[in-house]
């Protein structure tokens, strides 16, 4: 068992803290193929956002993901974040989840447990539901919430108004009239002493509406053994939702990328109508950037200063530099646009593509893996695909580069200050050198020499008076 960085150090040989991750459930509510823990909200997985304030607090190798329902799916989703698995084969609730974690948890004098479907948790109330039970030492400590509406939750009924000791937990399923009007609710986390817990979870019943071993009810076993349980109240109640539901997998999503919003704005970014931009957590936008609305920044994006965004832009997983323009109805993937640039409106870069400084690419042309120089432009209707092109280059409208025999892709080089005419295809592989004229509506099948003009195209033929000839012919008659 590594023992780095691990906070607290103990001497009887136990390792100090684990952080559990209840993530095996399917989800039922969400009446969704897929597992709960995986559908997204902020633009990661349920689950990668509780990792992620789980990991903040105690390391990974410390943090296990109880995993379950379409395990594989889950342990591949999450895996790179270095946290532990422990497999609930078969899913008979909270209470059973932590039974199944047994092995993996003993070695441990206090486990921190979370759910996997509440993703706005952060690492500081999670360090205070540790210290608050490190202060008190009970067997159990639940973090609880007070809600404007508590329906659906558990009920926290504690033993006086304002003593920390709790009696029970109760299931809405199983509240009393009068219980349900209890708006402290059970956030769902709790702390264990690891010994207690073992000790006393195999009076766990399933007598319940669910036929389910409810972890809830560790708080009523404990009670009986007269062993303490106690309530710790978070600051901010938002940190606890669940998402059971579609509707509210939706107000969490609002509520992430609403403070993602805010949290750019405060750092200098201008972003008008927040509600209709979609930003993942991990993007990154630096100050005197201006968003305009319904821009989405997907993935790992990030974004310089000065840039000014236009409506309706889509970027994932690129890097914009500082000063660029996108204007309206950009598509940006896995690309990088360096500073100074102007896009669109319309542009299309597909993967692999580096826009030069100060380049323009224009309306309706799609980029593919390809290089574009310092200074050159593509203004209209064009595609580059597979290509390297140099600085200062002028692609006229309708360029075409033909990298696809049917069979395997072929490159493109067009070196620095080459002019291609309008309408010109280059069929690669294929090179025209530094500084060399492609006539319009060329279609170049061989190398260019540099400063050299390439037309590739019948020559004009003009037959005078042919119109009014046609006009005296007898209809039906050949010419
Ligand atoms: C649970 C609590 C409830 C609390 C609420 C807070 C119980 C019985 N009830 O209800 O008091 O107010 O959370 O959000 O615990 N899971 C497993 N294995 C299982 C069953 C569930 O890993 O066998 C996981 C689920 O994937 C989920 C988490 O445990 O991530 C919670 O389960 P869920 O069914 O969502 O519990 P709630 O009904 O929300
Ligand atoms: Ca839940």
């Given at each position: 068992m590594p023992k780095t960085g691990n906070r607290i150090t103990r001497h009887d040989g136990a390792e100090p803290v684990a952080i559990a991750i209840m993530a095996a459930g399917k989800g039922t509510r969400l009446k969704s193929r897929h597992p709960k823990v995986l559908h997204e909200v902020g633009g990661k997985p349920l689950l990668a956002?509780?990792?992620?304030?789980?990991?903040?607090?105690?390391?990974?190798?410390?943090?296990?993901?109880?995993?379950?329902?379409?395990?594989?799916?889950?342990?591949?989703?999450?895996?790179?974040?270095?946290?532990?698995?422990?497999?609930?084969?078969?899913?008979?609730?909270?209470?059973?989840?932590?039974?199944?974690?047994?092995?993996?948890?003993?070695?441990?004098?206090?486990?921190?447990?979370?759910s996997g479907d509440a993703p706005l948790i952060q690492p500081p109330t999670i360090q205070r539901l540790r210290d608050f039970h490190f202060t008190q030492s009970p067997a159990m400590t639940i973090l609880t919430a007070r809600l404007h509406d508590p329906t659906g939750y558990g009920r926290v009924i504690r033993k006086a108004a304002k003593s920390a000791d709790v009696r029970a937990i109760v299931e809405e399923?199983?509240?009393?009239?009068?219980?349900?009007?209890?708006?402290?609710?059970?956030?769902?986390?709790?702390?264990?002493?690891?010994?207690?817990?073992?000790?006393?979870?195999?009076?766990?019943?399933?007598?319940?509406?669910?036929?389910?071993?409810?972890?809830?009810?560790?708080?009523?076993?404990?009670?009986?053994?007269?062993?303490?349980?106690?309530?710790?109240?978070?600051?901010?109640?938002?940190?606890?939702?669940?998402s059971n539901t579609r509707t509210e997998l939706i107000e969490i999503d609002q509520h992430l990328r609403l403070a993602k919003c805010l949290a750019l704005m405060a750092e200098g970014v201008t972003i008008y109508y927040p509600q209709t931009c979609v930003i993942d957590a991990d993007a990154e936008v630096a100050a005197d950037t201006v968003i305009e609305p319904f821009v989405q920044l997907l993935g790992n994006t990030r974004i310089g200063s000065d840039c000014r965004i236009r409506s309706y832009s889509v970027i994932r997983n690129s890097v914009i530099g500082d000063g660029v323009v996108l204007l309206p109805g950009c598509v940006i993937d896995d690309s990088q646009v360096n500073a100074g640039a102007v896009l669109g409106p319309y542009s299309r870069l597909r993967p692999g593509c580096e826009i030069g400084e100060a380049a323009h690419v224009g309306n309706f042309v799609e980029i593919k893996k390809t290089r574009l120089g310092k200074r050159s432009k593509a203004n209209h209707l064009t595609y580059l695909g597979d290509s390297e092109i140099g600085e200062g280059v002028n692609v006229g409208a309708g360029t075409i580069t033909c990298n696809y025999d049917g069979a395997q892709k072929h490159k493109t080089v067009i070196e620095d200050g080459v002019f291609v005419g309008s309408d010109s295809t280059l069929v690669a592989p294929v090179r025209v050198g530094k500084g060399a004229y492609i006539g319009a509506a060329s279609c170049i099948t061989d190398d260019?020499?540099?400063?050299?003009?390439?037309?590739?195209?019948?020559?004009?033929?003009?037959?005078?008076?042919?119109?009014?000839?046609?006009?005296?012919?007898?209809?039906?008659?050949?010419?």
């Open positions: 956002h509780v990792i992620a304030a789980a990991t903040k607090v105690i390391p990974p190798p410390h943090v296990y993901a109880i995993i379950g329902y379409e395990a594989a799916r889950v342990r591949e989703a999450v895996e790179h974040t270095g946290v532990n698995f422990v497999l609930q084969q078969e899913q008979r609730g909270t209470g059973h989840a932590l039974m199944v974690a047994r092995d993996a948890l003993q070695p441990y004098h206090t486990v921190i447990v979370l399923k199983s509240a009393s009239p009068a219980q349900k009007k209890i708006h402290e609710i059970n956030s769902g986390f709790y702390a264990f002493s690891v010994p207690q817990l073992y000790q006393f979870i195999d009076r766990l019943a399933t007598d319940n509406a669910h036929r389910e071993f409810y972890l809830t009810d560790m708080a009523a076993v404990f009670q009986k053994v007269k062993q303490r349980v106690v309530a710790v109240e978070a600051h901010d109640p938002h940190e606890i939702l669940g260019v020499p540099a400063n050299s003009l390439a037309l590739a195209r019948a020559r004009q033929i003009v037959k005078e008076g042919w119109v009014k000839q046609k006009k005296t012919q007898p209809v039906g008659k050949p010419r």
